[in-house]
């Protein structure tokens, strides 16, 4: 079965600060994987993919196959980073439909 | 290009009704994807389309219903509303194939009294 999994629903850190938000999987094949973030008023995004192997805003991920698991990294918080981040799985055993975790609400104190 | 776009922004029902909502994906986009947002849920998969037909379905009941049109426009339908249903339901776009990113709309909020 698929599935994605946030275990913490509240993240708090001050800025700064380095941040670490998890995510692990679970899923029968090679699945495409993504963070999605929405801030404050403002429409779910994409904020990275792991085929694009970018860092956007500060943010990496890195995907382990052993572990299943695609943190989300950034060394430095900012308050602007404040945000609702879901992690996602998609691809063709699941019929390409995107599946997501629960989200980590991030706050990042001043 | 214009982004997703979905109608009506805020609506309230009352329970036993029945509610409609509309998708416009990003052109050119095939597959429509929509979405449950609740507080204590997070994010439910609802059902997907692509091109016309329902290629996934998750795990609610038969209540809630969808359909999609030649121009890739999409509906959703959920009838003999109950106070549960009241959350905040996205619809998504894409071209539908292996590991595309999913554009989302900003909602429709359904508040259900």
């Known amino acids: 079965a698929q599935r994605v999994t946030q275990p913490e629903k509240l993240l708090s850190v001050f800025k700064g600060a380095p941040v670490e938000l998890k995510c692990n999987y679970s899923?029968?094949?090679?699945?495409?994987l993504f963070w999605y973030v929405q801030y404050s008023r403002q429409r779910l995004q994409l904020l990275l993919r792991?085929?694009s192997r970018e860092s956007i805003k500060g943010f990496t991920a890195d995907l382990n196959k052993g572990e299943t698991s695609f943190h989300l990294k950034k060394p430095f918080a900012q308050e602007e980073d404040s945000a609702m981040y879901y992690c996602a799985l998609s691809g063709r055993a699941g019929g390409f439909k995107t599946i997501f975790g629960a989200g980590t609400r991030l706050f990042v104190k001043a | 290009k214009a982004g997703v776009t979905q109608t009506p922004r805020y609506l309230i029902k009352t329970r036993g009704q029945q509610v409609t909502l509309s998708c416009s994906p990003i052109?050119?986009?095939?597959?429509v994807s929509w979405y449950q947002q609740t507080p204590g849920q997070g994010l439910q998969f609802l059902f997907e389309?692509?091109?016309?037909?329902?290629?996934n379905k998750g795990n609610f009941p038969g209540r809630f219903s969808g359909r999609q049109f030649s121009n890739s426009r999409s509906e959703m339908n959920v009838s003999t509303l109950e106070l549960g249903d009241s959350a905040l339901y996205l619809c998504?776009?894409?071209?539908?194939?292996?590991?595309?990113?999913?554009?989302f709309g900003e909602g429709s909020w359904l508040t259900v009294v």
């Open positions: 389309y692509f091109s016309e037909t329902q290629r």
């Open positions: 899923y029968s094949g090679s699945p495409e």
């Open positions: 052109s050119g986009h095939r597959s």
């Open positions: 792991h085929i």
């Open positions: 998504a776009s894409s071209q539908g194939t292996d590991g595309n990113t999913i554009y």
